[in-house]
């Protein structure tokens, strides 16, 4: 029978390439976005993240756009290596509670970047 | 800097047991964040602790629980075990400073839980 799990999009690109991961978000409402790359058997890890009060932010090799007017997250990745091979993940946050500090992050589906040497 | 680390890495427990898992957080780290992840359903959050008290809760059932220790280590429990709660559990560390803007939150490498 048909099997029943996470269907992730797929992100096929060659090394060298730029690779742009998209994402939708659900809360207008939240103000605070995250990337994270997991790896096969390995927990999330910390890429790069954006206030709502920006629309764009680079770090080495990657650059995160923010468009709040349609609610749209963008991951760009310079020069694709074989290391950057895994699933990526935007995450949400729609602010802190009273008193601030880390409130629950909500995820997206993922999308699987493969790298075509 | 040790990374976040969680123990057990792997567990197998059958319908109806307990378990309970532990998260060590970064050094100087005071939130603990605790996440579910299946294929189906993706990464969910289930609650956080900072200073020894429940902040934040995710919308799971009262089966699943936690604390955290006056070292910001953490536990999580889950009681009555069912199929459906095979998946790898995650816990993330932050500062849990309060002010306006969310923190960075790190992952440790997970435990997965199989029931059978």
């Known amino acids: 029978g048909e099997s029943v799990g996470l269907h992730l999009p797929t992100l096929s690109v060659q090394e060298g390439d730029n690779s742009i991961i998209n994402c939708a978000y659900s809360?207008?409402?939240?103000?605070?976005f995250i990337w994270y790359k997991q790896e096969s058997g390995k927990g999330p890890q910390f890429i790069i993240d954006i206030r709502s009060n920006m629309d764009k932010r680079q770090g080495q090799r990657v650059t995160v756009l923010l468009n709040k007017t349609v609610k749209h997250l963008s991951l760009q990745i310079a020069a694709t290596q074989p290391g950057d091979s895994a699933v990526y993940f935007c995450a949400e946050n729609i602010g802190a509670q009273s008193g601030g500090g880390a409130d629950g992050l909500t995820f997206g589906k993922g999308t699987h970047l493969i790298i075509q040497p | 800097k040790a990374g976040v680390t969680q123990t057990p890495r792997y567990l197998i427990k059958t319908r109806g047991q307990q378990v309970t898992l532990s998260c060590s957080p970064i050094?100087?780290?005071?939130?603990v964040s605790w996440y579910q992840q299946t294929p189906g359903q993706g990464l969910q959050f289930l609650f956080e602790y900072f200073s020894e008290t429940q902040r934040n809760k995710g919308n799971f059932p009262g089966r699943f629980s936690g604390r955290q220790f006056s070292n910001s280590r953490s536990e999580m429990n889950v009681s009555t075990l069912e199929l459906g709660d095979s998946a790898l559990y995650l816990c993330a560390s932050s500062l849990g400073t309060s002010g306006r803007f969310q923190e960075t939150q790190y992952f440790g490498p997970g435990t997965r839980l199989l029931v059978l």
């Open positions: 050094s100087g780290h005071r939130s």
């Open positions: 809360n207008s409402a939240s103000d605070y």
